[in-house]
């Protein structure tokens, strides 16, 4: 069974640092794509930053670009989300997800199989 686990959310002030973790089990992580995607109360949820386990290339949203960096530890079989000069705006329950195959990869929720439970991040100004 295909199971992800995001961690390492927490409550942060404007301009401080958080690192999430997603821990993905039950397949080979090089066929994958893993993506982090957020949810605030109100709003949609939004793609924030991908990774392709196969090749290491990476998208992210332009709202988080030159903060926010995404890795993955093959090794580890965990993907990481290093958010750096957080806002208000960042507050959100983020989630990890997980999609089988190699090439190019997007930041559209439903084109993701599988997804962890997600973890708070509030951002106070």
């Known amino acids: 069974d295909v199971q992800l686990q995001a961690s390492g959310g927490g409550l942060v002030q404007a301009g401080g640092s958080l690192r999430l973790s997603c821990a993905v089990s039950?397949?080979?992580?090089?066929?994958?794509?893993v993506g982090w995607f957020r949810q605030a109360p109100g709003k949609e949820r939004e793609g924030v930053s991908c990774?392709?386990?196969?090749?290491?290339?990476?998208h992210s949203a332009d709202s988080v670009k030159g903060r926010f960096t995404i890795s993955s530890d093959n090794a580890k079989n965990t993907v990481y989300l290093q958010m750096n000069s957080l806002k208000p705006e960042d507050t959100a329950v983020y989630y990890c997800a997980a999609k089988r195959g190699r090439g190019h990869i997007i930041l559209v929720p439903d084109w993701y199989d599988y997804w962890g439970q997600g973890t708070q991040v509030t951002v106070s100004s």
């Open positions: 990774i392709s386990s196969s090749d290491g290339s990476t």
């Open positions: 039950g397949f080979t992580f090089d066929d994958y794509a």
